[in-house]
């Protein structure tokens, strides 16, 4: 089964310099490998879309559906380092983690985090993957889910109850998600952690499409002073400020969110 998986790997990484166009013979002098493996290698990438065949010639050049996986990694990347400096500027005004989320495979994981200085904090761990339906990151990016794949969520998954807070009716949690969408930015208190609070907003590409969160959670008893000293306020700011260095255009022609 490894063998297949690196023989696979192997023919597509023959297509990686300055050729576009290579031949079912090429390819298999590249690799090393036999025409015929080489080939039904070849017929599984065009079904999926990895490389396509140039009807003329017959030879085969990388599909569009690589480019789409690499603009999405690329997008993650860009936004991981853009937003950074911003999590910290976070984290020196409130004290608590800042965290970016993306969505993955029906979960939230946090790709970038600066944590809190304070030695009682929450306990957050980078590449974790999280419940899409409870917490205010992961909640974020369920409501800016198409229906069909927030449906395909609770049927995966269900609405397994965390916390006593936890939405578990597909109802409440249909309305909660519209809500989010209306308010640009959602609250969670205790549905994940009963002790904690936190709060999430968008971040944007240069298509407008929202492609992860930024959340600040801390203790329940500190987060409640940084609401009155503007966290959400500020949390918006750099929501729109990250969005706008990705190259999102707001509807009125401004660079925000």
């Known amino acids: 089964m490894m063998k297949a998986l690196e023989?696979?790997?192997?023919?597509?990484?023959?297509?990686?310099?300055?050729?576009?166009?290579?031949?079912?013979?090429?390819?298999?002098?590249?690799?090393?490998?036999?025409?015929?493996?080489v080939c039904k290698v070849l017929a599984t990438f065009k079904r999926y879309g990895f490389v396509r065949q140039n009807p003329v010639t017959k030879a085969y050049s990388l599909g569009y559906r690589l480019m789409a996986l690499g603009a999405q990694a690329l997008s993650d990347f860009d936004a991981r380092e853009v937003?950074?400096?911003y999590l910290k500027l976070l984290v020196e005004e409130f004290g608590e983690n800042a965290q970016l989320m993306i969505l993955d495979e029906q979960s939230a994981v946090i790709i970038e985090?600066?944590?809190?200085?304070?030695?009682?904090?929450?306990?957050?761990?980078?590449g974790k993957r999280y419940p899409l339906h409870c917490g205010a990151g992961p909640k974020l990016l369920l409501a800016f889910c198409s229906e069909e794949q927030i449906n395909a969520y609770i049927a995966s998954h269900g609405l397994d109850k965390w916390t006593e807070n936890t939405i578990t009716s597909r109802d409440a949690l249909m309305e909660r998600l519209a809500q989010i969408r209306r308010d640009g930015y959602c609250i969670s208190q205790g549905e994940f952690d009963p002790d904690a609070v936190a709060y999430a907003v968008p971040v944007r590409n240069a298509e407008g499409t929202v492609i992860a969160a930024i959340a600040v959670s801390g203790p329940r008893n500190r987060m409640i002073q940084w609401e009155e000293k503007g966290l959400l306020p500020r949390l918006l700011e750099v929501g729109r400020e990250v969005s706008k260095e990705l190259g999102y255009m707001s509807p009125g022609g401004g660079r925000s969110q």
């Open 7 to 37: 023989n696979a790997l192997t023919v597509l990484l023959a297509f990686g310099d300055d050729k576009k166009e290579l031949s079912l013979a090429e390819v298999a002098a590249r690799t090393k490998l036999g025409k015929s493996g």
């Open 83 to 85: 937003a950074k400096p």
């Open 113 to 126: 985090q600066v944590e809190s200085p304070n030695i009682i904090r929450l306990s957050m761990k980078m």
